[in-house]
Each structure stands twice: as C-alpha cells, then as structure tokens.
C-alpha cells in the first residue's frame, strides 16, 4: 500500500499482522500494537483497519490443517452448541432439553444451547469476521448443512477432529454419512441429522397426484406454489428436471436452469420464494405444492395437518445433511468431541429421531423405533404408537429412495458468486 | 459558571452525544465506505482496489427494486400523513384533559415487537383467516383472492408499523400551535377551514416535517415487512443489500447500495426541505 | 298582542345557541372524534389478535387456527430459560439505552436550540445521517469496527448501538419541543434572582419535560423492537426480537404472543403511572401552562 504517512507502531503492527506468513492473533496484536493506542488513531490508517477486519487478504487464506486439533486432558465443563430451531428433543412443560441434561448427568459439562441458527449463510456471517481474523467464535459446536461445511473446510475455519475420541461415531454411523463428499474421511464434521428436499404438497387441494417437479409450474396451480429462497436445493431441483446431475453441473447449465425458472417467476406462478416459513404456508393451505424438506411434512402429518404428502420427484430429490463440526479456535475443543460422541450412542440418536423425524446417521435406530412403537401399540398408547410408526418410516430412507437421491454441486468460490447471481434474478423480482 | 468559560457550554453539552456518534457511527461508516470499494472474495480476501464502478453497476442492476421501494415509501409517507395528522389533531385540540390518555393509546400498541405486530398482520390478513375466510365464506371475495403476498399487504404493514412516527411529532407540533390564534383568525371572519388551512396548517409544518422523514427514511431501509408479508414481486432494497450481505456475502456491492440508498435519501430530503419553504433541517 | 319575534339587529349578530346547531354541525363535530377512535381501532387490531392468540391452544407448529383456550402458555413461558433470558435481555438493553440516549439527545438538542457555535452544520449532520442510513449498514459496520477491535459481541455492544441510534431520535423530538420555548420565562425567573441551575430545574425542565418524554418512550419503542442492528452486534446473546424472528420461520409459537402482551401491559403500567403522576403535580399546583 503506498502510506505516505509516517509508520506509527500501530500500522507496523498490522502490517506484520497481515503478513501472509503469519496468521493474525489478537496477542500479537495487541503487543506490537502496544498498549494506550488511540482508537481514531487505528480507524485512520484504513486499509490497514480493513485487513485486520478479516476482510483484507491473506488473514483467512490458510488452508485447513489436517491435524487434529490439539485436546486438553480434561475437559473444561462448559461447551457453547449452536443450532437450529426445533432441532432436538425439548420437554414441552418445562422447556428443557431431556437429551442434553443427560449428557450433563454423564459428563458434568453443562451446555449452553442456542438455537442461533436459521440460516447457514446467515449465521456464516456472524462468525466469518472472526474466523477470518483467527479469532475464537464464541462457538464451540456449530450445526451446518454439508454445502457450508465443505465451504469451511476450504477456507480453514474448521478444527479437525481427534476420531480417537469419538468411538460411538466410529462403530454406529451409516454407511451413508460415512466418508460423505463435501468432508472425505469426517475430518472435520460428523452428521447431526440428514433429509431429503421434495416436494410437499396437499392433495385435496391440487386434486391429483404430485410426481415431477415439473408440477410445480402447472399453471393450473398459479399463485399456490412454493419455492425455496436457498439457492442450492432449488436449482438442484430445477437441473434434475432438465436431466442434469447437480454435482457435474456448468455454469451454463445453472443459466438453463435459471431460464427455467424466470418466465414462471415473473408470471406469478409461485406465491413467494422461503425459508423455513414454507411450512406455514402448506400448512394453513395458502400452498397447495412446494418445495419441500422430509422431515418437516412428516411433522405437519403428525401435528398441524394430516392433509400433506411428501413426495421425491421422479426425476430426482436433494439429499443433504447437517453436521456438528467445530469451528476454529474454539475455547472447549475436548467437551465438543465428547458431545459430538454421545449423540453416536444408540439411545441418545433413537430420542433425538422420535422427536424430530429426521433421518439419523446412526446405525439400529429405524430398528429401535419401531420397537418402540410396538411397545407403545402393547401399553395401549394408539397415539404415540401412531406417531412413531410414521417417524419409523421417516427414520432412514428405503433403498428405492436413495436410487433418486441426489447431492449438492461442491460450489467454487467464483461459481457460487455465478450462480447466485443468476438465482437472484428468479427470486428479486 | 464563569463568564470566561461560558463559551464552553454549548460544547459540553454536545461533546458527549457527538462523540458517542463519532466513535459508533462514523467510524463504522468510514469503515463500510472502504469496504464498498473493494474487490475480492471470502477466500482470497478482499483488497482495496478503490473500484468506483461498482457503484453504476450495483445501481443498474437494481434500479426496479430501488424505485419500486422508493414509491412504497412515498405511498407509506403519504398514508401515514392522511391517517395520522387528524389523529393528532383531535388528539391536540380536543383531547382537553385526556390528552395524555389519548396519546398513550395511540402510543401503547407500539411497544410490542413490530416483529409481532407484522406477524399479527400476516394472520389478520392470511388468505383464509378470520377476515378474508369469512369474507370469501359470504361470497363477498372470490376464491383466490389473497392480500399476503401482495404490494397492498406490504404497504399496509409498513404504513401501520411507521403510524407513530408521523402522529407523535405533528401532535408535538400542533400542541404548540397556540389557540388564541385560531382565535384571532376566527374572530377575523375565517371560517373554520380557513382557521386551520391559514393557521394551524402552517405552524404545524415543522411537525409534519420532521414526522415525514421519520417516516420516509426507515420505510425506505425496511425489509421485515417486505420479507414476512410480501412477495418475489414486492421486493424491496433492504431485502436485495440483507440477501447480498448476508446470503450471497458479496460485502462490496451490498455497501456500494447502502451508500447509494443513503446518497438518494439525502438528496431526496434536501430536495424536500427546499421546496417545504426553505425549512432547514437545523429549524425545529 | 305580542309581536312575533322577528330578529333584528344585535340578535342577528349574535351567536347560534349550542343547543340548537343544526345537525350537519353535530355530525362535523363528531367526525374527527369518531375518525380517532376507528383509527384506534386499527392500531389495536393486532394488538387484540395477538392477545387473542396469546389464550390458544394449538396443536403442533403453528398458532394460526384457534384450537382452544388455555392459560397454561402464560405459566409455560417463565419455566422456558431460552424464553425469559432473552426477554430480560432487551428489558435491560432498552432501559439502559433509553436513559443514555435521552440524556445525550437532550443535551445535544439543547445545545443546538439555544447556542451559536461552530460545529453546528457538521453536528446537524452528524446527527441526520444515523437516521438515512439503512439500518442494515448500521450493523454491519458495528460488527466490522468491533472484530477489527477484537472486541466480543454480547449485551454491551448491543446498548452501544442502540444508544448510537436512539441519540438522533431523541434530538429530532426534543428539538422541535424546545425551539417553540418561550425564553422570556426563565429571564423573568432569573431577573426574580433564581440562579441559572435552579431556573432550569424549576423552569425549563418541568417545562420541556413532556418532549423529554415524549422522545423516552420513542426511544425505548425503537430499542426493545430492534432487529436488524442488533442481530450484527449481539454476538452469543439473543434478544427478544431475535428470539422471535428465529421461532417465527418455522411457526409462531403461543409463547410470542404471551410475552408480547406482557410487555404490552408493562408498557401500559408504566405509561399509567407517568400520567397518574402528571395528573397528581397538576393537581398540586393549579395555575399551570
């Protein structure tokens, strides 16, 4: 940068900071920096500012170290979990988590849970300034879809994990979340739960079958289709309609698919683009079809409407999965593994699952499931029985299923700006 | 206090409050302003390349949504002045001695979460709620019509969330408005309009004017209302800089916006006190 | 024989009794009375409907359809920590911040109503432009200043940023309460020996204080609502506004409208007693302005 002002230690310091060689601490921040700099002083040497924000160059673009991250002995007894909403097994009359006072019984960590995520790209944003400065998060257990993990992992902000402390991951996880495509090997992320993007849609109120996605832009069902405002399960479903494989995808097919989908969009033909408040909407009828994730239409079968189906389109659905990783730096590295393990063990993974219908990654739960609701069919509970035959189903996908599942293109950086420029022409009117 | 020292006062007192904004708006701003002009991405990190085109370039390519909300919140400026001045009218001539009263019930809704009060909107006006279901159920409204999701839903929500900003500051201005001359105007053989078109109306300006821009301005910035009770085709700035911010993490071209939505709401405020008659910003 | 009562003169010019204004005059005069109390109505609509909904009892998800009455949400929601913690979170941010803010916009507005100096252009846009800018450009160049500072997001940072916004609103209200300020009041009370400090306190301030006020409770509106800039510089704590845009993606839950009528009655409690106390000093003291 040409500075023609003289060097006062406190841009010497930033500048040594943004070295490339020499990732940025906030210790040797601030000891170069010495103490009593005068904050309008730092705010003038903007560039400077910038680079230290994390979002000048150099600071973030340290690969991702395969070693795992270094465990203390013990653990400290705390740990700092984010997830999303309506993510975990809650006891409805008192408000706390069953699942997770267990842990605090076995291991004496207590667990500050917060439900902070509803969106990856948002909640990526809260902590990507740190993360590119090398700073901790806050977080010591973050909950991400595998499209964000595998962006973490390219971008260093992910601790890689000591399998030798996670036993239960190593013996009971599927076959099918093992060794997944966005993080080879579970270097840094083991599952959390997993599903399929579909379609969901009420019968009595489009008055046929769904099977295609095709169906979504029938006109006859103008003004009560539903998209989603996420990118990547949208335009996945749009290019397997066109009978491109989302993971060998150009940018040229992502335009098709953008074409696809434009002329619809700008006659009226989906009532609005969502997030999570889809379910809302097909619940209450203002849809009668939209896009759709697995587990929640099997939650509005068994809670709010007994009218919606799920259905994966002939031409193919979107399986994907969220995973527990730890990001950067995090302050309680050992207690993150020790959660991440507990919920491998059997009981623990068949709770979580009969609560939220989710696929599991963990081996035997469909199995115990429907013990369960045998059991319950015995004891004379019809309705929890009931309950957990449907969860049953929705446990692990059959084998037909996963035939038609598809995953995730792993988006470069440049391909990402691409495409989502190009979704934002659909979605912004 | 000493006369020497007198000179000082009006510093002190403003020294506090101006540095709170210096240190926590101005810097960030300064900040933000370098950000806008610079290229680059998450990975490879973004470097200060003072690239001033992407200001024509974000401002071509977003021009529908800028207009578009532009005209929203002139129609929610609009709105909130027609249902909002006769409020304050009768609140500050007639209320006598419930004012305060009357002031607290149009005051009171507004300490809930406007997050509640639009979600409360989104079920007041859902397509088969209890107003329009029973509306479509007495054959008053055919099948498909639906105000979620539209322009009208969207306008509605922000001209109900931004009615305070425009009542309170017009009926701070006319409870000023002193009465005897209303008096004096009526004794004079005005008739009532003429009372309050040639009085009232013009001591009340600084109100209406300070009401219009608390108004305008956020309007202008929101997005929540957009989000939760619009659609695809209602989209507004604020929701294209938050899905850019946060979503598409293209940091340049979502603070090169922010700029030029505060660049068009300057000159569109600058525009406005000119032609209010030389009010100054500086007046009260 | 009496004359019949032909009006002449000065009975012509005097007044039309009230008694007898025709009924075009009664309807004008119930107009604007009658067009308040609809306007009332709207603004309490959602007010009603969230309480209303407040009472549900759903099923599942989604608290739309009306299911059944019940109290027990309004037991539910204080055994709920990841409830009550961010509600007491914007409680604390909002009190906080509203006395800050108040106390520095008043000032501030003082200072620019009644003194000549130099800063004033650069001060007068100093305060407009919080106000212009996006609020979403607000928090995101907080967020930016505070991890180039390294400094951790939590409760503070998010009172520093509401006091940053509230300062502008309070200056816009208190300004245009103090510029229609009579000043001759307090010379006569100075010219009546009173010293500066006590003129203000016994004079300008009870005088100007229904501005003050008025700008308090904007400020503390704007505080507990916020979102936007707060979920840039909240870091781990989550408000109210927070917790409910993140419950609300996947179905509005009892509990949101509970807390929302229970922060609606503090409101009305605290509103209450201000003017309860109004009344009383007016009361006290007859002659008033």
């Known amino acids: 940068m040409a500075d023609h002002t003289p060097r006062r230690p406190i841009d010497v310091a930033i500048a040594r900071a943004f070295d490339p060689r020499r990732r940025l601490s906030r210790r040797s921040f601030l000891r170069d920096a010495g103490r009593g700099t005068v904050v309008v002083g730092t705010a003038l040497s903007l560039p400077s500012i910038l680079a230290a924000c994390g979002i000048g160059p150099g600071a973030s673009a340290t690969p991702a170290s395969a070693t795992p991250v270094a465990l203390p002995s013990e653990p400290a007894g705390t740990l700092n979990w984010a997830n999303w909403p309506a993510y975990i097994d809650i006891d409805e009359e008192t408000g706390e988590y069953p699942t997770i006072l267990k842990f605090t019984d076995e291991t004496g960590i207590e667990v500050n849970y917060t439900e902070a995520i509803n969106d990856n790209e948002e909640f990526f944003g809260t902590i990507q300034p740190d993360l590119s400065a090398g700073n901790p998060t806050q977080w010591d257990v973050v909950v991400l879809t595998d499209w964000m993990i595998e962006r973490m992992i390219r971008l260093g902000f992910l601790e890689a994990l000591d399998h030798s402390r996670l036993p239960s991951f190593a013996a009971n996880v599927q076959d099918l979340y093992r060794d997944p495509w966005f993080d080879p090997g579970n270097r840094y992320s083991v599952t959390w739960q997993s599903g399929i993007t579909g379609i969901g849609y009420n019968p009595t109120l489009t008055g046929r079958e769904i099977t295609r996605f095709d169906d979504l832009l029938d006109p006859a069902f103008a003004g009560r289709v539903g998209m989603f405002s996420e990118m990547r399960d949208t335009m996945s479903l749009a290019l397997l309609s066109l009978g491109i494989e989302p993971a060998n995808a150009t940018v040229e097919d992502a335009r098709r698919a953008r074409d696809k989908l434009l002329e619809p969009a700008r006659s009226g033909q989906f009532r609005n683009f969502y997030g999570n408040e889809y379910y809302d909407e097909l619940a209450n009828g203002n849809l009668a079809l939209t896009i759709a994730w697995s587990g929640d239409v099997s939650q509005m079968k068994l809670y709010d409407n007994a009218d919606v189906e799920f259905v994966v389109p002939e031409d193919g659905g979107v399986l994907w999965s969220d995973n527990m990783a730890i990001p950067r730096r995090a302050e309680h590295p050992l207690d993150a593994h020790l959660l991440m393990n507990f919920w491998y063990e059997l009981d623990n993974a068949v709770a979580l699952t009969e609560y939220i219908g989710y696929f599991s990654p963990v081996q035997g739960v469909a199995e115990r499931v429907r013990e369960d609701a045998a059991t319950a069919q015995e004891e004379g509970d019809a309705e929890w029985a009931g309950q957990l035959e449907v969860i049953a189903e929705t446990a692990f996908p059959t084998n037909e299923t996963l035939e038609n599942v598809h995953t995730y293109r792993r988006l470069s950086e440049d391909e990402e700006r691409e495409w989502n420029e190009l979704f934002n022409e659909v979605v912004q009117g | ?284 | 024989m009496t004359a019949p009562a032909i009006p002449v003169g000065r009975e012509l010019a005097a007044p039309v009794p009230e008694r007898r204004r025709p009924i075009g005059r009664r309807a004008a005069a119930l107009l604007l009375p009658g067009y308040t109390a609809l306007a009332v109505a709207y603004l309490f609509l959602p007010i009603v409907v969230m309480i209303a909904f407040s009472f549900n009892d759903p099923g599942g998800r989604q608290n739309i359809t009306w299911q059944g009455f019940t109290l027990e949400n309004y037991v539910d929601v204080w055994r709920r920590p990841d409830i009550t913690g961010p509600m007491l979170n914007s409680v604390v941010v909002a009190l906080v911040s509203t006395l800050l803010a108040t106390a520095l916009g008043t000032l501030i507005a003082m200072a620019l109503v009644r003194y000549e100096f130099r800063a004033r252009g650069t001060l007068n846009l100093l305060i407009f432009l919080p106000m212009a800018t996006p609020e979403i450009i607000l928090g995101a160049s907080l967020l930016s200043m505070w991890v180039s500072l390294g400094v951790q997001r939590d409760i503070t940072t998010i009172a520093i940023a509401h006091v940053m916004f509230n300062i502008s609103y309070v200056v816009v209200t208190v300004r245009a309460r103090l510029s229609g300020f009579d000043r001759r009041l307090e010379e006569a009370a100075m010219d009546l020996g009173a010293s500066e400090w006590v003129t203000f306190r016994k004079v300008t301030l009870p005088l100007i204080f229904p501005g003050i006020l008025a700008a308090a409770l904007l400020a503390f509106a704007l505080s507990i609502d916020d979102y936007v800039i707060t979920s840039f510089v909240a870091g781990r704590t989550v408000t109210f506004p927070l917790w409910v845009f993140g419950v609300s993606r996947i179905g509005v839950p009892p509990e949101v409208n509970v807390l929302g009528t229970l922060i609606f009655l503090l409101a009305f409690v605290f509103i209450a007693v201000q003017i309860w106390i109004g009344r009383r000093e007016l009361r006290a003291r007859p002659a008033d302005a």
């Open chain 2, 1 to 284: 206090m000493p006369h020497r020292l007198r000179w000082a006062v009006p510093y002190l007192f403003l020294l506090p409050g101006g540095l709170w904004l210096l240190a926590f708006f101005a810097v960030p701003m300064l900040v933000m302003g370098s950000v806008s002009l610079m290229e680059g991405s998450l990975s490879t990190g973004y470097r200060l390349t003072g690239n001033v085109g992407i200001y024509p370039e974000a401002l071509g390519r977003w021009a529908p949504q800028f207009l578009r909300t532009i005209g929203y919140a002139l129609a929610v400026t609009a709105l909130t002045l027609a249902i909002g001045y006769p409020m304050a009218y009768t609140i500050a001539f007639r209320g006598g001695r419930h004012k305060s009263l009357l002031l607290l019930l149009v005051i009171l809704p507004f300490f809930t979460s406007f997050l509640i009060r639009t979600l409360s909107w989104k079920l007041i006006l859902a397509d088969n709620g209890f107003v329009l279901g029973s509306l479509k159920d007495w054959g008053l409204l055919e099948e498909g019509f639906r105000l979620i999701a539209t322009p009208v839903a969207v306008i509605g929500g922000l001209t109900y969330n931004f009615l305070p900003f425009m009542v309170l500051p017009v009926y701070v201005a006319l409870e000023k408005v002193d009465v005897r001359l209303v008096e004096a105007a009526t004794d004079l053989y005005a008739s009532r309009t003429q009372a309050f078109l040639r009085v009232t109306l013009p001591l009340s300006m600084p109100g209406v004017f300070a009401g219009s821009l608390l108004t305008f301005i956020p309007a202008v910035g929101d997005f929540i209302n957009a989000e939760i009770l619009g659609s695809r085709d209602t989209t507004m700035i604020g929701n294209v800089i938050q899905r850019l911010f946060l979503q598409n993490n293209d940091y340049p071209q979502a603070a090169a916006l922010g700029f030029v939505l505060m660049a068009a709401v300057l000159v569109m405020v600058a525009v406005y006190a000119r032609a209010a008659g030389g009010e100054r910003l500086t007046q009260g």
